[in-house]
């Protein structure tokens, strides 16, 4: 290539760069002639907050010391799960008069006296367990390995069984520092019962009440002495990676799916539908990146919704996805696309989270299946044609990979902002070429557009009459075909005022 090609290229580029700042430029002195315009309506004060504030930038990455972890122990239905939400000030763990409720090893973050700390509960630990029972043990012996400091929790009206004497012993062998809690002592007429306790060998037991209190403040203070100021065992903490739920159906693989990403078996798999009670966080790295994946239960249909366990798990899941960013829906593609389905994919788009549409046992498909599946996702996912989708295989690590991107990619519309300047550009063009029909001998006008917030993107109109919702479609549309937002719900609310009496 010549010098004066180079030349003519470099110039051409310069060029190139200078038209689109022309037109950034002319779009903005647009948007503030319309927003100047804006004064001739009845704006409300909080139409003047709205115009003048600005979205902030995604929080970035940050890393904070290890809290220590403190794991809770105990055989079945001693009242670990009550504990815990005394401890915690609210109902966080599922809790019910009935053993073998809790499963997994679920962390909190706790607070005592200024100083904070990671609190694990855990399925009840019992000898010789078979089946699921040996699984929910081993989870349990797992987080004594992964904690600083064990809180050892007995019935104090039972007293020490053969069962506990079990735990004792493997407590002894994990050589970590273990509190005796002996629970249900609701008054003092109960104190005596704790003396007992004195021949497991674990030094003073510390009589506390999971259902009224009573005793717990002290038991918090001896746990503080033996808890470092930095783990020696927990990961380093990050402020700031994106979290994950991972929602479906029961039994559609979710915890196969964070056991698989966590590199280890991080929450009890069984077949048996229904297993995962609590939701359950692990901070995984994967593509590169850090993630928190958040294992939920499985989202039943309500006309099957049980009582107890199963219900109060359902609105933990519900929970869960309003502190995540970004949902991975799990569908299990050897079954039919259920309404359940939908109903789980539509309550995303209600919590405003973005969306992940992940085809799990893909490894098990046919081609009769492929066929039929192609036909109901057209028909039965066409109002999320715009989420990003993934054939998996949580089982054997099949194409787990192109999760990340999938994820990344909707984060990435989640967070997207459109500058003022450029979305009024967008919608004169639009209102040019498709104007609002005329309704009862009138045309609603869009006066002004803005960007109020991301994640969702969420979109104002200032009008001066109610647009038709499938107007309001046809717009979001249009938004995606430009901007893309694949991967998100884009939220478009309007404002109808009247122009100021003279």
């Given at each position: 290539?010549?010098?004066?090609?180079?030349?003519?290229?470099?110039?051409?580029?310069?060029?190139?760069?200078?038209?689109?700042?022309?037109?950034?430029?002319?779009?903005?002195?647009?948007?503030?002639?319309?927003?100047?315009?804006l004064?001739?309506?009845?704006?409300?004060?909080?139409?003047?907050?709205?115009?003048?504030?600005?979205?902030?930038?995604?929080?970035?990455?940050?890393?904070?010391p290890?809290?220590?972890?403190?794991?809770?122990?105990?055989?079945?239905?001693?009242?670990?799960?009550?504990?815990?939400?005394?401890?915690?000030?609210?109902?966080e763990?599922v809790?019910?008069?009935?053993?073998?409720?809790?499963?997994?090893?679920?962390?909190?973050?706790?607070?005592?006296?200024?100083?904070?700390?990671?609190?694990?509960?855990?399925?009840?630990?019992?000898?010789?367990?078979?089946?699921?029972?040996?699984?929910?043990?081993?989870q349990?012996?797992?987080?004594?390995?992964?904690?600083?400091?064990?809180?050892?929790?007995?019935?104090?009206?039972?007293?020490?069984?053969?069962?506990d004497?079990?735990?004792?012993?493997?407590?002894?062998?994990?050589?970590?520092?273990?509190?005796?809690?002996?629970?249900?002592?609701?008054?003092?007429?109960?104190?005596?019962?704790i003396?007992?306790?004195?021949?497991?060998?674990l030094?003073?037991?510390?009589?506390?009440?999971?259902?009224?209190g009573?005793?717990?403040?002290?038991?918090?203070?001896?746990?503080?002495?033996?808890?470092?100021?930095?783990?020696?065992?927990?990961?380093?903490?990050?402020?700031?990676?994106?979290?994950?739920?991972?929602?479906?159906?029961?039994n559609?693989?979710?915890?196969?799916?964070?056991?698989?990403?966590?590199?280890e078996?991080?929450?009890?798999?069984?077949?048996?539908?229904?297993?995962?009670?609590?939701?359950?966080?692990?901070?995984?790295?994967?593509?590169?990146?850090?993630?928190?994946?958040?294992?939920?239960?499985?989202?039943?249909?309500?006309?099957?919704?049980?009582?107890?366990?199963?219900?109060?798990?359902?609105?933990?899941?519900?929970?869960?996805?309003?502190?995540?960013e970004?949902?991975?829906?799990?569908?299990?593609?050897?079954?039919?696309?259920?309404?359940?389905?939908?109903?789980?994919?539509?309550?995303?788009?209600?919590?405003?989270?973005?969306?992940?549409?992940?085809?799990?046992?893909?490894?098990?498909?046919?081609?009769?299946?492929?066929?039929?599946?192609?036909?109901?996702?057209?028909?039965?996912?066409?109002?999320?044609?715009?989420?990003?989708?993934?054939?998996?295989?949580?089982?054997?690590?099949?194409?787990?990979?192109?999760?990340?991107?999938?994820?990344?990619?909707?984060?990435?519309?989640?967070?997207?902002?459109?500058?003022?300047?450029?979305?009024?550009?967008?919608?004169?063009?639009?209102?040019?070429?498709?104007?609002?029909?005329?309704?009862?001998?009138?045309?609603?006008?869009?006066?002004?557009?803005?960007?109020?917030?991301?994640?969702?993107?969420?979109?104002?109109?200032?009008?001066?009459?109610?647009?038709?919702?499938?107007?309001?479609?046809?717009?979001?549309?249009?938004?995606?075909?430009?901007?893309?937002?694949?991967?998100?719900?884009?939220?478009?609310?309007?404002?109808?005022?009247?122009?100021?009496?003279?």
């Amino acid at each position: 290539m010549s010098d004066t090609e180079c030349e003519y290229d470099a110039g051409d580029d310069d060029l190139e760069q200078r038209l689109a700042t022309l037109d950034e430029d002319l779009a903005a002195q647009r948007a503030a002639s319309l927003r100047v315009g804006l004064q001739d309506y009845e704006l409300e004060d909080e139409d003047i907050d709205l115009l003048d504030a600005s979205v902030e930038d995604p929080d970035e990455v940050r890393y904070l010391p290890a809290l220590p972890v403190l794991a809770i122990v105990g055989r079945p239905n001693v009242g670990k799960s009550a504990l815990v939400n005394r401890i915690l000030g609210r109902r966080e763990a599922v809790v019910e008069d009935t053993p073998g409720v809790t499963r997994d090893r679920v962390s909190y973050r706790a607070e005592w006296n200024g100083r904070f700390f990671t609190l694990v509960d855990t399925g009840g630990w019992e000898p010789d367990a078979r089946g699921i029972d040996a699984s929910v043990a081993a989870q349990a012996e797992v987080a004594v390995d992964l904690a600083d400091a064990v809180l050892f929790v007995v019935d104090a009206v039972v007293g020490a069984t053969s069962s506990d004497e079990r735990v004792v012993r493997m407590l002894r062998q994990s050589g970590k520092p273990v509190l005796l809690a002996a629970n249900k002592v609701d008054d003092a007429v109960q104190e005596p019962y704790i003396a007992e306790l004195w021949s497991l060998g674990l030094g003073e037991p510390h009589p506390v009440s999971a259902l009224h209190g009573r005793g717990v403040a002290d038991l918090l203070d001896a746990a503080l002495t033996v808890l470092p100021e930095v783990s020696a065992v927990a990961k380093e903490e990050v402020g700031g990676p994106r979290r994950v739920a991972i929602i479906g159906r029961p039994n559609v693989g979710k915890s196969s799916l964070l056991n698989k990403t966590a590199g280890e078996e991080r929450v009890v798999v069984n077949e048996v539908a229904g297993t995962t009670r609590d939701p359950v966080d692990e901070q995984i790295e994967l593509g590169g990146k850090v993630w928190r994946f958040v294992d939920t239960a499985g989202i039943r249909r309500r006309v099957h919704l049980q009582q107890g366990a199963d219900f109060y798990a359902s609105l933990r899941t519900t929970a869960a996805l309003e502190k995540a960013e970004v949902a991975v829906v799990l569908l299990d593609v050897s079954q039919p696309i259920s309404e359940q389905d939908v109903r789980i994919i539509d309550l995303v788009l209600e919590s405003g989270r973005a969306l992940v549409l992940a085809f799990n046992k893909w490894d098990l498909l046919d081609d009769d299946r492929r066929r039929y599946l192609e036909r109901e996702i057209e028909q039965d996912l066409a109002h999320v044609a715009w989420a990003p989708r993934v054939n998996i295989s949580a089982r054997t690590g099949r194409h787990l990979e192109k999760l990340v991107p999938a994820l990344e990619l909707a984060l990435a519309s989640w967070d997207t902002r459109i500058g003022t300047g450029k979305f009024n550009a967008f919608l004169a063009e639009l209102v040019a070429a498709h104007p609002h029909p005329v309704r009862g001998g009138r045309q609603p006008r869009i006066l002004f557009g803005t960007q109020a917030a991301t994640r969702p993107p969420t979109f104002v109109l200032f009008t001066t009459g109610f647009l038709d919702p499938g107007y309001r479609r046809f717009i979001s549309r249009r938004l995606r075909e430009i901007y893309g937002f694949e991967g998100t719900p884009i939220v478009l609310n309007m404002r109808v005022r009247e122009r100021r009496k003279k």
